[in-house]
């Protein structure tokens, strides 16, 4: 499958689930106080870089960047989906949300001083994950935390329904804390800290905080 077919199902698939999706998952954070945790040190982080631009990427129906928003965080979001988008217009009235992909993320280089990647890196496919990841460091400023969270393990299985039975056709891929540390490596990111729970946004959850390297 080329980039643009499993792009074209991704799209499609959450521009159907988009409703339901946003339904089912609003008050997942009211459950989940590790993740508020997690996302409160990182609104630390970015203040105590001076604050600036920050990027929730694959924002979906724009949950995390409104919570972000609360935290007191100048946080947008992307995402692939305009279905999705929409969603997070009308949840959100005032916030920015623009359509984009992370696989040709278009931010400006060194735009951004922190990135979220919120169990949104599961659908991308390993052989393109460099190539995001790239991306990802160079929107960033040098020193800009990275924060990304997704399922652990070791598969990868195709999705063909959720949020509500509607029918998908996504993949979505498990993988391990030392694999993505090895890729986080490689395109520039210093690791920092990283933890495996469980909660209500995953039932094994990897969270990894990084910063871009100079």
């Known amino acids: ?66 919570h972000l928003r609360n935290l007191g965080l100048d946080a947008f979001g ?58 990802f460091r160079r929107v960033l400023r040098p020193g800009g935390p990275l924060l990304l969270s997704f399922h652990v393990g070791d598969e990868s299985r195709l999705k063909s329904e959720g949020y509500g039975g509607h029918p998908m056709k996504v993949y979505v891929h498990r993988r391990q804390h030392d694999q993505t540390i090895a890729w986080l490596d490689e395109a520039g990111f210093a690791v920092e800290t990283h933890k495996t729970l469980t909660s209500a946004e995953s039932k094994l959850g990897g969270i990894i905080l990084a910063r871009r390297q100079p």
């Open 78 to 135: 992307i995402d692939l989906s305009p279905g999705m988008i929409d969603v997070a217009r009308r949840e959100h009235p005032g916030v920015r949300f623009d359509l984009g992909s992370m696989t040709d993320l278009a931010l400006a280089d060194a735009s951004v001083t922190g990135l979220v990647v919120w169990y949104s890196l599961i659908h991308i496919p390993d052989d393109e994950i460099s190539s995001v990841l790239a991306h």
């Open 1 to 66: 499958m080329n980039a643009d077919d499993w792009l074209a199902d991704t799209r499609t698939s959450y521009d159907t689930v988009a409703a339901s999706y946003a339904k089912l998952t609003r008050h997942l954070l009211d459950e989940t106080p590790e993740e508020r945790a997690v996302l409160a040190l990182f609104a630390d982080l970015v203040r105590a870089r001076g604050g600036g631009l920050v990027a929730d990427v694959g924002c979906g129906t724009g949950r995390i960047t409104g």
